[in-house]
């Protein structure tokens, strides 16, 4: 069967793929494998060496030996596009990736500072949180980070609203989230109830969106919502701590009846910034404005004279905790990139050293005065 007839028409929107993303941009990158006679497809699901990938042919299964770098950050992913071999290859192998987007990208625990994807040509990045459960705001500031630096407009899902019905409280919840995300929409849903669901239906509607979030933030309740029927396993979190077991266990592509794809992912314990400065950033956009009015342009925001970020703070117009979130993320990514940069690891031990010089310096100062 050639491709043409597999597609059944020149035109991208009559392409089977259609619902799962596929577009005119798509179809020029892969025009260069359609004449060798392969077939596009999206990564739908990975597991061990070999993936599941949706093509006009329906979903087939295929190994990924010819597309296993070295670099971990080309290896196959969930919501690849990729060129597949025909019909009637066997084994059916993923010849090559097209070019990602963009690409959701955490740290590994390897010493080595390696990145892993969780997703890749995503353009909505869904952060679900539990509100049966205390607001851990610096973990959104994290996920928020990684949204950013991905290329996808992240969003936030307060899950479990029917487990707040003081609406006082529920608002001050959202206003508290708001702050933590500048620029980030914020939802309140029951998917139990339904309640919310309109509104991050027509959200991720169009496009890929992949809904992240720890165990228990119900991820999976949500994407069976999302989806109108139960694709996904679902358990109940602990009442001790709101956690839950791994219903999902890998990444899993899933078209929406009312449009767009979704990604679901196992819940994550673990969100290691992957050289993410730039979405820092945009989680902390009131800070970097603040920065840029201090007296000095490398001011650290500790003890320089003229800095209007820590005049913010002393004003109560920028919470201390804020602050306090920020540097952390910074230092944590800074660590990440130095792991590999040679020329940035110097500059951060001539820092380190600096500042431990003036630790001792003041230190001898105070004995000197108690003497």
């Given at each position: ?5 597999l ?5 991208p929107?009559?392409?089977p ?24 497809g999206r ?7 070999q993936?599941?990938?949706?093509t006009?042919?329906g979903t ?8 296993v770098p ?5 290896v196959v ?5 990729v ?8 084994p059916?192998y993923?010849r ?8 959701f990208v955490?740290?590994t625990s390897?010493?080595r500072?390696e990145?892993?994807?969780l997703?890749?040509n995503?353009?909505?990045a869904?952060v ?7 607001l851990?705001?610096g ?8 949204a950013w630096?991905?290329?996808a ?13 003081d609406?006082?409280t ?6 508290d ?9 914020v939802?309140?849903?029951?998917a139990?109830h339904g ?6 239906v ?12 720890q ?7 949500l994407?069976n919502?999302l989806?109108?029927e139960?694709v ?10 709101g956690?839950?077991?791994h219903?999902?266990?890998?990444r899993n ?5 009312s449009?767009?794809?979704l990604?679901?992912?196992p ?6 910034l ?6 820092v950033?945009?989680v902390?956009?009131?800070i ?13 925001h500790?003890t320089?004279?003229g ?14 905790r ?7 993320l ?9 792991k590999?940069d040679?020329?940035?690891?110097s500059?951060?031990?001539k820092?380190?050293k ?18």
């Amino acid at each position: 069967m050639s491709f043409s007839s597999l597609v059944g028409s020149s035109s991208p929107s009559s392409h089977p793929l259609v619902p799962y993303g596929w577009d005119v941009d798509w179809e020029a990158e892969f025009a260069p494998h359609a004449e060798q006679g392969l077939l596009p497809g999206r990564v739908v699901r990975v597991d061990r060496g070999q993936c599941d990938v949706v093509t006009p042919a329906g979903t087939v299964r295929a190994d990924t030996e010819f597309v296993v770098p070295r670099d971990p950050m080309k290896v196959v992913c969930t919501g690849d596009w990729v060129a597949v071999d025909p019909e009637g290859s066997d084994p059916r192998y993923v010849r090559t990736l097209l070019p990602r987007r963009t690409a959701f990208v955490r740290s590994t625990s390897s010493k080595r500072s390696e990145g892993q994807i969780l997703a890749a040509n995503v353009d909505h990045a869904v952060v679900a949180v539990s509100l049966a459960v205390e607001l851990d705001l610096g973990r959104v500031e994290r996920f928020l980070a990684l949204a950013w630096e991905s290329g996808a407009q992240p969003v936030v899902v307060l899950t479990k609203a029917d487990l707040v019905p003081d609406p006082v409280t529920l608002a001050h919840l959202v206003q508290d989230v708001e702050t933590t995300a500048p620029g980030v929409p914020v939802l309140t849903v029951s998917a139990l109830h339904g309640d919310g669901l309109d509104v991050l239906v027509a959200l991720v509607g169009s496009g890929t969106s992949v809904l992240l979030g720890q165990s228990g933030a119900g991820k999976s309740t949500l994407a069976n919502a999302l989806a109108g029927e139960d694709v996904m396993d679902v358990q109940a979190a602990r009442d001790v701590d709101g956690k839950g077991r791994h219903t999902t266990t890998t990444r899993n592509l899933l078209p929406l009846p009312s449009g767009g794809v979704l990604i679901d992912t196992p819940g994550l314990r673990g969100v290691g910034l992957y050289d993410a400065e730039s979405g820092v950033g945009q989680v902390f956009s009131e800070i970097e404005d603040l920065a840029a009015r201090c007296r000095f342009h490398d001011c650290a925001h500790e003890t320089e004279p003229g800095c209007a970020v820590r005049s913010a703070v002393d004003s109560g117009e920028l919470p201390v905790r804020r602050l306090e979130s920020y540097r952390k993320l910074m230092r944590e990514n800074q660590w990440i990139v130095a792991k590999t940069d040679a020329r940035l690891r110097s500059e951060l031990r001539k820092d380190w050293k600096r500042k431990g010089a003036e630790g001792k310096a003041a230190m001898e100062a105070k004995r000197g005065r108690w003497a």
